[in-house]
């Protein structure tokens, strides 16, 4: 599969780490890269002038088909001519297939080898999600990387229940793979397969005989526990093609990022830079800190005296405990913010690293 007006060079590499430049009809992205999460169509308590500014700058972040299907739904975005003028951004977007969603809901979702029968979590309606279905959601959205229609098992799921899932998710790829899309909108395979190598090599010879402008490893980060993780990635991240992209899907400490990045993983999302900072956790070159520790209370220093983001050159420890404390809203922008350029900055050091062939720390 070869997209017009995308592209992927790596222009410096560091044992299995990689610099890379990735082509998009709308800018060039910077690998590795930390994709930062909006779910409905929003990075949570953020503006796109904030996302945008340096020295956060993200160039690229994520919509989620599912929800946005749910809501505001197709017709909406539709009249916005897709996610980026609906959001008013005007960067790289990369939607999800909605599958990790689907099969999440448990109880409220019947899934067959056609595709998913699920009940809404807003109101209760019963919805049909396919391959084909969700291509055409991701097409109304208008995202630049578009991601097959998967089914992700959980961690204890039965060897027989991965076999299951790979052999659909293969089939549902080749079904996505046949949908028309939007003219330079690229397609990401996604590997399953769980901790099993064997396994996960099998998958992936199956999704290269389709071929896709990229390759994700999912089915990671859901219960195995940050060693398996690792052993995974150690083990089998460099398999996946040399030339292409490669994403590692919903991991997300910055330990599993330098990981990642050490394994030649070019992508990265998570929720926990922004969910993290609603919860009082914010990072810092000194480790983590939970901004609702007494210690903080007379603390007039920043979170992070390294850190030039807005939040850490105009608010204190204290000022921002206080503000969490007392739930104001303002705590959640100020602290997303520096979650947010933390993850950002930890990502262009460890390129920095690569280029300049420095250590990966």
């Known amino acids: ?57 993200a160039r690229v972040i994520l919509g989620n088909t599912y929800h946005l299907y749910l809501r505001p739904g197709m017709e909406v975005i539709g009249a916005h001519a897709g996610l980026h003028g609906f959001a008013g951004w005007s960067r790289a977007i990369l939607t999800d297939s909605g599958g990790f969603q689907v099969f999440s809901l448990g109880a409220l979702r019947r899934i067959d080898d056609n595709g998913v029968t699920f009940r809404s979590h807003i109101d209760g309606s019963t919805h049909r999600l396919t391959p084909e279905k969700s291509m ?32 659909r998710t293969t089939a549902w ?36 005989a389709i071929g896709f402008d990229g390759y994700a490893l999912g089915g990671l980060s859901v219960g195995e526990g940050p060693e398996e993780t690792y052993r ?18 919903g991991v997300g400490r910055p330990e599993d990022l330098t990981r990642g990045v050490q394994s030649g993983i070019d992508m990265f999302d998570c929720v926990m830079p922004t969910r993290n900072a609603r919860n009082g956790s914010l990072f810092t070159s000194r480790g983590a800190i939970n901004i609702a520790n007494a210690k903080h209370r007379m603390d007039t220093g920043p ?59």
């Open 1 to 57: 599969m070869n997209t017009p007006g995308f592209s992927f060079e790596i222009v410096a590499r560091q044992g299995k780490a990689r610099a890379g430049v990735l082509q998009t009809p709308r800018g060039d992205i910077l690998t590795p890269v930390f994709m930062p999460v909006g779910t409905l169509g929003t990075v949570k308590a953020m503006t796109v002038a904030e996302l945008e500014a340096p020295p956060l700058d």
């Open 136 to 167: 055409e959601i991701q097409g109304v959205l208008g995202s630049d990387i578009a991601m097959v229609f998967d089914e992700c098992p959980p961690a204890e799921s039965s060897a027989e229940e991965h076999e299951r899932a790979i052999t």
């Open 173 to 208: 790829a080749r079904r996505c793979a046949e949908v028309d899309r939007p003219a330079g909108q690229a397609l990401f395979g996604i590997v399953q397969g769980g901790t099993d190598i064997g396994r996960r090599a099998r998958h992936l010879d199956d999704l290269l």
């Open 232 to 249: 995974v990635l150690d083990l089998f991240a460099h398999r996946l093609p040399g030339d292409q992209p490669r994403y590692l899907m």
């Open 303 to 361: 979170i992070d005296a390294e850190c030039p983001c807005a939040t850490c050159q105009t608010a204190s420890r204290s000022y921002l405990r206080h503000l969490h404390a007392a739930k104001e809203i303002l705590y959640n922008r100020l602290a997303t913010l520096h979650n947010l350029t933390f993850y950002a900055r930890h990502m262009r050091r460890l390129r920095q690293s690569i280029v300049a062939g420095d250590p990966l720390s």
